[in-house]
């Protein structure tokens, strides 16, 4: 499927915010496989005084952009063309959890890729005892490691209501957890935190969705805002799966990827506040339209 | 060699052993094995005999009283508070035989080059882990292994050029090692401070003559860190988090030994990829920062986004090799407890050799077989989160020490399993006891020993000392110094005299001085204010002292001329019913603060000159009654600020921090002075205001001498804003400050005058040309109007 995706990112100050500087994981990836990027496009107002070009540890693409004098307000405009191949049906050929444990001992790697990066505590997801709790008794029947992620997500969705005004982006994991609402934020690190609590590596995506469904299908949630959803590796036969707990659903045709990491602290699409003494506004916008023909 | 029987026998030492109990299966660093004292305490400890109990004493006062005139202190944090404390000296040095020492150095030489070569794996290909020497999860679940430096190459080739290791010695009498300090380790400093004391307190002894001096190894590094700038005129800089850290007296007191300049994150700024300090003079570059910040805080835009300590774009500039950091910032990564377990084996690969000097013996849980032999060994074992970076004996909240927890109870060996990975397992450590003076007798405690290693051109160099940690009783073994522990100097001791080394002597250093144009913005901003806060101090004790002088005459409050000085008062800040001293007591603690971010740039004897004052000031307050009582208390308080006075003008150099500090004290003047003129010199003023305004102008014999009449308002501003020869006018403040601006930086674009010089001449031409009659009450307000500027334009012109 071929999509057109708009984002504007806004951020007004009350008053002049003292020079700085940005790192931005805004642009989709071109993933062998899954997507393709036509074409890209990134445009910073004011015109920074310096821009540059990197990539991250996990192989995302940042932009960094730097100020040299105070402004009163910064928008990021991203527009991009974008090739999703459909989800390959994936057949369930994943170890147990006891046998997904004994694969990880013999990857011995920390490059990228590898998911020993995806086990532990991170950044913005540290171990819960609450959470592991919960995560063992779903999981206390589970046959296979892809099964186990499903039966999180699937649970979690089940549980948890959608919320865009309960929690803001750094209400802990937890907190959000206890009170059974939130984001695709929120639903994405509680299931993270669920799957390695019972061994297996899981890991954020940041990225798109699309905005208006296909005829006859009901409208996704958090399409109106970057989306985020989990990653988890099933072993060494199938490696990585990509599930929305948002949506109860394989992330597939409907999902476009900018970046992924531990948590979203690696994938934060605008990093580096600007300094300034009083308040700020954000505002964002998203639209992913399917191109037809 | 019967010597050591024979003074046993008869000992050389009086009965100063006779209290010291060493501990079964416990090494000492008095005794021997065989329960002879070693020779290298044995003229010691008859130099020590020799002393009477008044010359101890002595002795021992030196020591403290050096400390207190350096102003050695550290933070201690407890209970969410933080408190300065002395430095915890304990006496007694702590002596190795020069032979033995040359051991421990060539092993811990041997361990710095395993630890670089560690480091340049786990940066670069990951060779450790694919080869399955170290466990990937082990490396991918370290919080100090930081993915933004993967692959980032050190710009000169080594990530470390400054380590820590603490060791002790075992009851079979051999060393270990019980840390690694990579990240940035602090101590050199305060061993440096605590060799001083000691000197002090046993300069006269002959034992002394043959201790091995430090200053070398200092003049090494800094001459390593000199020679991976970009050039002559790059600089070097030491990144403090600020005087809040426990240590900051440390990187104080290094920046100040070794010549080199102390920023904080805020000082430094990221342009094109190139690190830069903002100074007075603009941005200007810096090849070289030796941090004392952990790395996570030291950039928020990739590291620790809650930093306030760091600067945004450092990591960038890094990856873009545009200066050097040392440590390189990941090398926190090294201290994990749980990388201990693999020392020896990465020794073998990396080296091909075993380790000179063995660590403790320490299992990760993440491995079962080692998990398995934890659980089955449990009583000899501490466990620990696996990730801490402290000693053996400092303890995490979840230790479980030989199977038990904190509370006492037994520890649940499935909790062993479900949080395998995050734990590690070390041996219990008994350390060797070594003396401790107390009441005049020695006695034996456990004692580690803080090691430093330096890159120098020609490899790694061991500081020859550093400090002993002391415990503070004989059973405990737990010998931190936030509970409570002593520190005491270490005497490397040779069986030669070594020459006297000073950091002073560099030998074929060139005499050429260099313009001090990099003042950091931030360090002429405190200065700055520095100087106002105590003028303004000093201002507000001369009113002080006026009103109450009157209050012991007239014995009551209610005539004209102490309402308005009451009044006057108040707008300064000062109500009438508040306690005397809270005024003043808060611009000083306004001093102090500012004085505190810029240590490493004024006098010891500047700095206690100002703790000094505010601690009588303190004293004071609890005590001092209003009126009489009171005009005295402050005049001994004037003279404390004089005093500070003094030292700066008489000990500064001129440096540009100087100037700062200079126009900060006339430019608070110039306001205060004038503000006061206003109101006193007014038509309506009460009666007496002019004789009280030549006495708050410390002018009275002057305007005696120079005015035959009595005090007219013309007297009044004559005397004390337009006469040039009087210290104290305004007109003599504008000078000072248009004297000091003359030798700031000026831009290209500002050829001939900054706007703060221009105003500051405009208002001196005025004063110079007027005579009093001219100065009208409008014409004050002007002027006052004009001087409440002068502080946003220096701040616009250099400051930014």
């Given amino acids: ?293 | 060699m019967s010597e050591p029987h024979q003074a046993d026998d008869r000992p050389a030492w009086g009965n100063l052993l006779e209290a010291y109990r060493r501990l079964p299966g416990v090494a000492d660093e008095l005794y021997d094995s065989e329960g002879r004292v070693r020779p290298v305490w044995q003229p010691f400890l008859r130099d020590l005999a020799a002393l009477d109990a008044d010359e101890l004493d002595h002795a021992l006062a030196r020591g403290s009283q050096y400390l207190r005139d350096a102003g050695v202190f550290f933070r201690q944090y407890a209970a969410g508070d933080s408190t300065e404390r002395d430095w915890p000296l304990s006496h007694l040095p702590m002596l190795i035989e020069a032979g033995e020492w040359q051991n421990i150095a060539t092993a811990l030489m041997q361990r710095a080059d395993v630890l670089e070569a560690a480091m340049a794996d786990f940066y670069g290909p990951n060779q450790l882990v694919a080869d399955g020497v170290l466990p990937a999860r082990l490396l991918a679940s370290n919080p100090e292994w930081l993915r933004p430096m993967v692959g980032v190459q050190p710009r000169h080739g080594h990530y470390l050029h400054f380590l820590a290791f603490d060791i002790g010695r075992g009851p079979d009498g051999k060393w270990w090692v019980l840390g690694d300090r990579t990240q940035a380790p602090s101590g050199a400093g305060f061993a440096l401070e605590t060799r001083m004391a000691t000197s002090r307190s046993f300069s006269s002894m002959t034992s002394n003559a043959n201790v091995m001096r430090l200053a070398g190894f200092f003049r090494r590094f800094r001459d390593t860190l000199l020679s991976m700038r970009d050039g002559e005129t790059s600089r070097v800089a030491i990144l403090t988090p600020g005087p809040l850290n426990d240590t900051y007296f440390e990187h104080s007191y290094i920046a100040r030994y070794l010549g080199l300049m102390l920023v904080q994150g805020a000082d430094l700024a990221v342009r094109e990829n190139r690190l830069m300090v903002r100074t007075v003079s603009g941005l200007q570059p810096v090849s070289v920062v030796w941090r004392r910040l952990d790395a996570e805080w030291t950039d928020p835009l990739e590291l620790n986004e809650g930093s306030q300590l760091g600067t945004p774009g450092m990591v960038g500039a890094l990856r873009n090799g545009s200066f050097t950091m040392v440590n390189a910032l990941g090398s926190g990564v090294l201290e994990a407890r749980a990388l201990m377990a693999f020392m020896p084996r990465m020794s073998e690969v990396l080296m091909g050799q075993p380790l000179a000097m063995p660590n403790i013996a320490t299992w990760w849980c993440g491995g079962t077989a080692e998990r398995d032999f934890v659980k089955a060994n449990l009583e000899r074992m501490t466990i620990d989160n696996a990730m801490s970076t402290r000693l053996p004996f400092d303890h995490g909240p979840n230790v479980v020490i030989g199977g038990r927890k904190l509370d006492g109870s037994p520890v649940d060996p499935d909790w062993i399993d479900r949080n395998g990975p995050l734990l590690a397992g070390q041996e219990v450590v008994s350390l060797s006891t070594a003396p401790a003076l107390v009441d005049g007798k020695l006695e034996a405690r456990p004692m580690s020993l803080r090691v430093f290693v330096a890159r120098s051109g020609g490899g790694w160099v061991v500081m020859p000392g550093g400090f002993a940690r002391i415990g503070n009783s004989a059973e405990s073994a737990d010998i931190s110094m936030q509970r409570g522990g002593a520190v005491s100097d270490v005497w490397v001791v040779s069986d030669k005299t070594g020459p006297v080394d000073t950091l002073l002597e560099t030998g074929g250093g060139s005499a050429k001085r260099t313009h001090d144009m990099s003042l950091p913005s931030t360090a002429a901003d405190n200065l700055f204010w520095l100087g106002r806060y105590v003028e303004r101090t000093d201002f507000k004790i001369r009113l002080l002292r006026a009103l109450h002088a009157r209050l012991a005459e007239t014995g009551g409050g209610d005539y004209p001329l102490a309402v308005t000085l009451s009044d006057y008062l108040a707008s300064l800040g000062m109500e009438t019913d508040d306690p005397i001293f809270d005024g003043i007591l808060e611009d000083m603690r306004c001093a102090l603060r500012s004085a505190g971010q810029v240590r490493d740039r004024f006098s010891t004897d500047a700095w206690n000159a100002l703790v000094d004052l505010t601690r009588t000031t303190e004293m004071f307050a609890e005590r001092v009654l209003p009126g009489d009582d009171a005009s005295r208390a402050f005049s001994v308080l004037l003279r404390k600020t004089s005093g500070f006075a003094g030292l700066v003008h008489e000990n500064m150099y001129r440096s540009t921090g100087w100037r700062f500090l200079g126009i900060g004290r006339a430019v608070e003047r110039t306001w205060g002075m004038m503000n006061f003129l206003r109101v006193f010199t007014d038509v309506e003023a009460p009666d007496g205001s002019l004789d009280l305004a030549i006495e708050v102008g410390d002018s009275v014999m002057t305007h005696r001498r120079r005015y035959a009449a009595g005090t007219s308002r013309d007297t009044a501003v004559d005397l004390l804003l337009l006469d040039d020869m009087n210290p104290r006018s305004v007109l003599n403040q504008l000078i000072a400050i248009d004297d000091h601006a003359s030798f700031l930086p000026v831009s290209v674009e500002e050829v001939r005058m900054t706007p703060f010089q221009r105003r500051v001449l405009e208002m001196k031409t005025v004063l110079a040309a007027a005579a009093p009659r001219e100065i009208t009450p409008e014409r004050l307000d002007d002027l006052s109007e004009d001087a409440a500027s002068l502080t946003g334009l220096l701040a616009d012109t250099y400051l930014q």
């Fill in chain 1, 1 to 293: 499927m071929l999509y057109d995706i708009t984002l504007r990112i806004e951020y007004a100050y009350d008053g002049m915010a003292a020079a700085g500087r940005h790192l931005l994981r805004l642009t989709p990836a071109t993933i062998p496989g899954q997507q393709r990027v036509i074409a890209a496009n990134l445009d910073v107002a004011p015109a920074p005084f310096e821009r540059n070009f990197s990539h991250d540890f996990f192989g995302n693409r940042c932009v960094g952009v730097s100020y040299d004098e105070a402004v009163e307000e910064t928008a990021f405009l991203m527009q991009a063309r974008v090739d999703r191949a459909p989800l390959d049906p994936v057949f369930d050929v994943s170890p147990s959890l006891d046998r997904l444990t004994e694969e990880l001992e013999t990857i011995l790697s920390v490059a990228a890729d590898s998911p020993q990066h995806f086990r532990g505590r991170s950044p913005r997801i540290p171990p819960s005892s609450e959470v592991a709790a919960w995560a063992r008794t779903q999981t206390s029947a589970s046959p296979s490691a892809l099964d186990a992620v499903r039966t999180i997500c699937t649970a979690l969705h089940a549980e948890m209501a959608f919320d865009p005004e309960a929690t803001a982006v750094d209400t802990p994991l937890e907190e959000a957890f206890r009170a059974r609402h939130g984001v695709c934020q929120d639903f994405t690190h509680i299931a993270i935190c669920a799957l390695r609590s019972v061994g297996v590596p899981a890991g954020y995506v940041s990225g798109f969705l699309r905005t208006i469904p296909p005829k006859g299908s009901a409208r996704l949630e958090g399409a109106d805002a970057m989306h985020a959803w989990v990653r988890a590796w099933c072993g060494m036969e199938i490696g990585w799966v990509e599930f929305d707990p948002t949506n109860n659903m394989m992330a597939g045709e409907d999902h476009v990827t900018v970046a992924v990491g531990r948590d979203y602290f690696d994938v934060a699409p605008v990093k580096g506040a600007l300094r300034t003494a009083g308040s700020q506004e954000t505002s964002q916008s998203v639209d992913m339209v399917a191109v037809s023909g």
